[in-house]
C-alpha cells in the first residue's frame, strides 16, 4: 500500500524569507501523481502545486515550487518570500492517477512569523 | 464557476442516529470522492462515485454509504453514528479522463457525534 509521510509536525519561516517543507512516499508504480495541499483555519481544502512522475521537471507555481526526487521517492514544498496568508496546514498527497483517491500524509503546520 | 460545494456546514447528532450529507461538483466534473478528517490528521480516504456507482472504497465498515445522482451531486450515509465518527468530512470532484485529473475539495461538513 502507498503511504505518504511528513516529518515535520511544524515550522515557522519569517515573513519574506524561504522555508521548505519535506515530503517522502512509498508506492512499487511508476507513473502517479503528487499534490501540496494547502488546508488554512477556514477548513478548505486548496491545490498548491501538482506534479507528474514522468515528467523530470519540478513544478513551479509563483512562489512555490517542489523538488521532486523520484528515485529517492522525495517531494518537498519550498516557498519563497513568505507571506502572512500561507500560514495554513499543508499536505503532502499521492495518487495513482489524477483520479484515483488520494493518499495523504499527517500534514506540516506552517506558522509565518511578521 | 461554482466550485464544490457541501451541506450542511455543522452538524450535531448523537450515537446511534444516522446522518446524510450532501456535495455538488464543480460545474464539469463527473466524478466525487468522499474523505473524513479525523482533528489533527490527514484525510482518509472513504469512496468514490462515477457514472452512479461506487468505484473505489476505502477501508470504512459498511456504516459508510453514498450515492450519486445522475446531475453527479452526491451523498454521503453514516448509520448507527459511533462518537469516534466525529470528524471533518471533505466531498473532492474530478473529471475522469485519461491521464488523470486534479481532486478538487469543497468546504467540509463539521459532524460531531455525542
Known amino acids: 500500500a502507498q503511504t505518504v509521510t511528513q516529518s515535520q509536525p511544524e515550522m515557522s519561516v519569517q515573513e519574506a524569507e524561504t522555508v521548505t517543507l519535506s515530503c517522502t512516499y512509498d508506492?512499487?508504480?511508476?507513473?502517479?501523481?503528487l499534490f501540496w495541499y494547502k488546508q488554512p483555519p477556514s477548513r478548505q481544502m486548496i491545490l498548491v502545486i501538482r506534479?507528474?512522475?514522468?515528467?523530470?521537471q519540478n513544478a513551479t507555481e509563483n512562489r512555490f515550487s517542489v523538488n521532486f526526487q523520484k528515485a529517492a521517492k522525495s517531494f518537498s514544498l519550498k516557498i519563497s518570500d513568505s507571506q502572512l496568508g500561507d500560514a495554513a496546514m499543508y499536505f503532502c498527497?499521492?495518487?495513482?492517477?489524477?483520479?484515483?483517491?488520494?493518499?495523504f500524509g499527517k500534514g506540516t503546520k506552517l506558522t509565518v512569523n511578521p | 464557476d461554482a466550485g464544490v460545494t457541501q451541506s450542511p456546514t455543522h452538524l450535531i447528532k448523537t450515537r446511534g442516529q444516522q446522518v446524510t450529507l450532501r456535495c455538488s461538483p464543480k460545474?464539469?466534473?463527473?466524478?466525487v470522492s468522499w474523505y473524513q478528517q479525523a482533528l489533527g490528521q490527514g484525510p482518509q480516504f472513504i469512496f468514490q462515485y462515477y457514472e452512479e456507482e461506487e468505484r473505489q472504497r476505502g477501508n470504512f465498515p459498511d456504516r459508510f454509504s453514498g450515492h450519486q445522482f445522475p446531475n453527479y451531486s452526491s451523498e454521503l450515509n453514516v448509520n448507527a453514528l459511533l462518537l469516534g465518527d466525529s470528524a471533518l468530512y471533505l466531498c473532492a470532484s474530478s473529471l475522469a479522463v485519461p491521464g488523470g485529473d486534479t481532486q478538487y475539495f469543497g468546504p467540509g461538513t463539521r459532524l460531531t457525534v455525542l
Open positions: 460545474s464539469g466534473h463527473d466524478t
Open positions: 498527497a499521492y495518487s495513482k492517477g489524477g483520479s484515483e483517491k488520494l493518499v
Open positions: 508506492t512499487s508504480e511508476s507513473d502517479y501523481y
Open positions: 506534479q507528474e512522475a514522468y515528467k523530470q
